[in-house]
């Protein structure tokens, strides 16, 4: 139960009592509220799910960082663009068939049958 030392404001959910501590007659007590505050901006909220999807933001991550996909050569700037590829069609055919395909290319080719031959084609066709 959460109880309001300054009204009688109570509840049994968290996120309500903080919501009600956010309300007129609770802001000039800011000591009351747990905020949490962006280092690099002046970003501040009292819900830490709110603050972590502003920590992966555009403003704060690291444009020049490359993802790149370790079972294709697909490369991307952005987490959204990365999480995107991974739910592609192309994708998930292609990781499907990655630990096999990694235990292919350790057999030399002349040892490959036709299909495993295929097989490795089409991967390093994309």
Known sequence: MYNCEKCNY????????????LSKKHVEDEHIIKSYECKKCN???????????HL????????KKIRE???CRFKCKTLQQFDRHYE????????SNYPLIKR??????NELDNKQKE????????
């Open 56 to 63: 992966l933001s555009k403003k704060h991550t690291d444009e």
């Open 88 to 95: 592609t069609k192309k994708h998930k055919t292609l990781y």
């Open 10 to 21: 109570s509840t049994t959910f968290k996120q309500r009592y903080q919501v009600h501590l």
């Open 119 to 126: 097989m490795l084609e089409k991967f390093y066709e994309y």
């Open 104 to 109: 292919l290319e350790k057999i030399p080719i």
């Open 43 to 53: 970003y501040s909220t009292v819900y830490k799910h709110c603050y972590d999807s």
């Open 69 to 71: 996909c370790k079972c």
